[in-house]
């Protein structure tokens, strides 16, 4: 089983900080916005607090999951499909048969790029969740996980996918 680069919890941890960043103000924002009403029953004072504690602990959780993600998430081209295993909470395990492979793409987002990682994309026939993605790859090892998917699934293109 092959591991991401390490570099892909920067972006997960950068990631995890900004949506909790986000969470928090709204959470907060909206206990100040209650306290501050002319409610007939004024919210408690220890509404505020409250609200920071909870926003404070959503962010812990938040990166705790986004350092532990990078420990469980394993990958491998196997004889006939790609076995992916992911999870924090709820252990995923997803295996892509190679002649279900439609198409194969690779991606880098401006994050991805800043610390020189790329996501492959592998997209399958069906319809519920059609698609896979591998993040935390150098992108060399992304061109060269895109071309040996390329080239599984051709030599697959006559088989049963059952």
Not at 131 to 150: C, M, Y
Request: charged share 25%; net charge positive.
């Amino acid at each position: 089983m092959e591991r991401l680069t390490p570099r892909v919890r920067i972006v997960w941890l950068l990631l995890a900080i900004v949506r909790a960043a986000i969470l928090g103000g709204i959470i907060v924002g909206a206990a100040i916005a209650i306290t501050r009403t002319e409610l007939p029953n004024p919210a408690p004072g220890r509404l505020i607090p409250a609200a920071v504690a909870l926003a404070v602990s959503v962010a812990v959780l938040r990166v705790f999951v986004a350092w532990r993600r990078y420990g469980v998430w394993r990958f491998a081209l196997r004889d006939d499909d790609l076995y992916i295993k992911r999870g924090v909470f709820t252990r995923v395990r997803t295996v892509v048969p190679y002649v279900r492979v439609q198409h194969v793409d690779s991606r880098r987002s401006p994050l991805e790029r800043t610390v020189g990682l790329s996501t492959v994309v592998v997209y399958t026939a069906g319809s519920r969740s059609s698609d896979v993605a591998i993040p935390g790859l150098t992108p060399t090892r992304a061109e060269d996980l895109q071309e040996s998917l390329r080239r599984l699934a051709i030599e697959s293109a006559g088989e049963d996918a059952v």
